[in-house]
């Protein structure tokens, strides 16, 4: 099995917002970025919004890495074994794992009932879009991608959340998403981190620009490049179990945002 010269990266929820941007960051460190999310073609996806693992495998190739595009559902764990296992075959090595998969968001674009009410008034079906394809799915991907990079010796794994796991952000099935597996991968070699990002335009905040104020708001693309900074530390092992926030690495690292669209 040859060994990828490049550092590789698998970014899970990779078709667009968030997930899509770090894919992109880390292509601009020149790594090779597997994307894998439930879209496969623009306009396939579950919701009307732009963005696809293909589109995003693109962007990456363009910003100077090698995008690799895989279709995969996260809540499916064969599905999620078998990236891992075809994805280590052809690179032989994970260096970073970003957990970017999330669900509950389609309310805003049209998908289901939509309501801004307290917990007793969501659907109940928005507990399992935000914890079997939110948490649930960090958890498989983080515990397959450990034991590869157990064995290897390094790796990263970032999963990205939000304040909401320090303070109360309604509704109480997303602050519960976003409330450890520092303490078992500590002397292994592996960094596990959470990454809180700020207000990112992503295409469903974009698509309601209206209730936000964007003023200070980050690109999707802003969070990956902190993730490439973190991959390119020799001393991020100081960081495992760490809350870090994306601004705050900038200043630190000294990388910058990209502009506003258009």
Known sequence: MAVSERPVALVCGGSRGVGRGC???LGEAGMTVWVSGRTEEDGGGQVP?????????????????RGVARRCDHADDAAVERLF???????GRLDVVVNAVWGGYERFVGVGPLSFGPFWEQPLSL???MHVHGVRSAYVASSLAA???????????????????????????????HADMAVELAGTGITIVALYPGLVRTENVLANAAHFDLANSESPQ?????????AADPAVSRRNGSVLV????????????????G
Not at 85 to 91: G, I, K, P
Not at 163 to 175: L, T
Not at 246 to 261: I, S
Request: hydrophobic share 50%; proline share 5%.
């Open 85 to 91: 296992t075809e994805l280590l075959a052809e690179e």
């Open 147 to 177: 034991g590869a990079m157990v064995e290897q010796g390094s790796g990263l794994i970032v999963c990205i959340s939000s304040p909401a796991g320090q303070r109360f952000v309604p509704p109480v099935a997303y602050g519960v998403a």
């Open 246 to 261: 994306a601004a705050e690495l900038a200043a630190e690292y000294g990388f910058t945002d990209v502009g506003f669209p």
């Open 49 to 65: 919004l732009a963005g696809s693992v293909t589109s995003t495998a693109a962007a990456v190739s363009s910003a100077g890495g």
């Open 222 to 230: 802003f969070s990956g490049r902190a993730i490439a900074a973190l």
């Open 127 to 129: 507990w399992d879009s």
């Open 23 to 25: 894919a992109v960051g």
